[in-house]
């Protein structure tokens, strides 16, 4: 007999989370794994973000926050909205919570009734989609391909939408293809959503920073675009606050209420000490973290140009985030040491076994011809990992 619930029971774990723990379980047997597997920075949080948590403790911050975050920190958000993204929110607008992940499991609850169905043009971020079902929606992929740059066109996002069609989700800088949307872009999707008042869209921005292309766009700074359109960000990946747990979200004040509302039943106000480091964090001159964004910059390059030294991958040259996202769909049916490919989990699993080096399956994210590296680590474990993935595909 199976005491689970059915919801638990339908969901998926999340790949990338169970290959890192793999990856983490051969090293402790004493193998010698490269972990290419997890968005994680490979640098420290900045001083100046942790002498502002050191304050908060020392201040006595360490009784129950306000549910919807600190009104200074929402305060701050709003500053940062208008600074980088034009963008005029009030602190009614914005709810502070663990981590966006948080953020978009609230939005799902409190916008998704049973049968909505909500786009995701693929890739797409691993947990969009079992966040999505656990609310009863119905994610709808929109395929890309290496060719596009990984991107939807105005005419495809089109074709998607049904009568049933409540939202639309997307990542810019995308996690895991990297790609990221220009003005024009946005201004033309922007264009196709005029004719449904109805749609709301998810703007991710949590890689905004990470971001080589020179400009950033938020989709609700398009004409029309504000008042359907909920901003998620937060710290974690810009400023290597991964482990401190803080997202946000901007959104009109109804559905502001309503996560603040799902959130006062769940988990209630985020971590106190952290949402005082992010009052910091956010009230920064972005250019303190160019320094992070040069590196990443410079291990693109790197990844980028071995990879198109290793025949058989395909790949585009991602604009933001620490990710690339070769196509290996050329290997598929072939036999390598003995190991048949059938899919790119299969050549997932092949680079582990063979080279010792963890990747994520494209299938995770919405695209199955595809495999995700990160490149946010050392550039002498990159161009190891690299050199070992040649030699096992030669």
């Not at 974690?236 to 997202?247: D, Y």
């Not at 996560?259 to 039943?265: A, F, I, L, P, Y």
């Not at 000490?273 to 291990?299: C, G, S, W």
């Not at 299938?363 to 070992?388: H, K, Q, W």
Request: proline share 5%; net charge negative; glycine share 6%.
């Amino acid at each position: 007999m199976n005491s689970l619930s059915d919801r638990i029971n339908n969901l998926s774990t999340s790949q990338t989370l169970a290959m890192a723990a793999l990856a983490r379980e051969l090293k402790a047997q004493g193998k010698d794994i490269i972990s290419l597997s997890l968005g994680e920075p490979d640098f420290n949080t900045p001083d100046f973000i942790k002498e502002a948590a050191k304050k908060a403790i020392d201040e006595n911050y360490s009784t129950y926050s306000p549910v919807d975050g600190y009104v200074e920190l929402k305060e701050a958000i709003c500053r940062k909205f208008k600074r980088d993204n034009n963008l005029d929110y009030k602190p009614a607008n914005i709810v502070v919570s663990t981590g966006a992940k948080q953020s978009l499991y609230n939005i799902a609850q409190c916008m998704l009734n049973e049968g909505d169905e909500v786009i995701l043009p693929a890739p797409y971020w691993v947990s969009y989609y079992e966040i999505i079902k656990m609310a009863g929606g119905i994610p709808v992929e929109v395929p890309t391909s290496v060719e596009s740059d990984f991107k939807i066109t105005p005419e495809q996002l089109e074709k998607a939408i049904t009568p049933k069609t409540k939202m639309i989700w997307y990542s810019s800088p995308c996690n895991p293809s990297g790609s990221v949307y220009s003005r024009e872009e946005f201004t033309a999707i922007a264009k196709v959503l005029e004719k449904y008042p109805n749609i709301f869209v998810v703007a991710d921005e949590i890689y905004e920073h990470i971001n080589f292309s020179g400009t950033f766009c938020s989709i609700a700074s398009i004409p029309g675009m504000f008042e359907r359109t909920i901003t998620v960000n937060g710290v974690a990946k810009a400023f290597a606050m991964t482990g401190w747990r803080i997202g946000y979200i901007g959104a009109p004040e109804f559905i502001a209420k309503a996560c603040t509302k799902m959130q006062g039943q769940v988990t209630s106000g985020a971590n106190s000490i952290a949402q005082r480091a992010t009052i910091a964090a956010v009230d920064a001159d972005p250019k303190v973290l160019n320094y992070m964004v040069e590196a990443f910059h410079k291990r693109r390059d790197l990844v980028v140009g071995l990879i198109k030294e290793i025949p058989g991958l395909k790949i585009n040259v991602p604009e933001g985030a620490f990710y690339v996202f070769p196509d290996v769909s050329s290997f598929f049916g072939k036999t390598l040491r003995g190991t048949l490919i059938k899919d790119a989990t299969d050549f997932s699993m092949y680079l582990l076994a063979e080279a010792n080096v963890a990747t994520v399956t494209g299938d995770a994210f919405g695209n199955p011809d595809c495999i995700r590296f990160s490149y946010a680590t050392s550039e002498e474990l990159l161009v190891e990992a690299m050199r070992r993935i040649k030699e096992v595909l030669a």
